[in-house]
């Protein structure tokens, strides 16, 4: 009997972990998805909460623009949390 609830043990820790790392692959599917869709002009928060306006995008990073002041500064893509612009269809 004692072996039986090893074995049992055992298969609820794989399942827990098996869901819990996919949940993590689809949090970070929808997080880089997020990232690719961001077009040049829209508002986006930081995950430092800056509201800045995007004025160029490169490969790993933005250029942006915060609205007060109007300067520019460098953003990497990682250090994005959320795109306050509603787009009607995704950018390609």
């Not at 928060?45 to 007060?68: C, Q």
Request: charged residues 25%.
């Amino acid at each position: 009997m004692g072996g039986l609830s090893m074995i049992l043990m055992l298969v609820i820790f794989g399942g827990m972990i098996f869901f819990m790392n996919r949940s993590n692959k689809k949090k970070q599917k929808k997080e880089q998805e997020q990232r690719d869709n961001v077009q040049v002009g829209d508002e986006i928060v930081t995950i430092g909460g800056f509201v800045v306006r995007v004025i160029s995008i490169k490969e790993d990073h933005f250029i942006v623009e915060s609205p007060a002041d109007h300067s520019k500064m460098k953003l990497m893509k990682w250090a994005l949390s959320s795109n306050n612009t509603v787009h009607d269809t995704p950018a390609k």
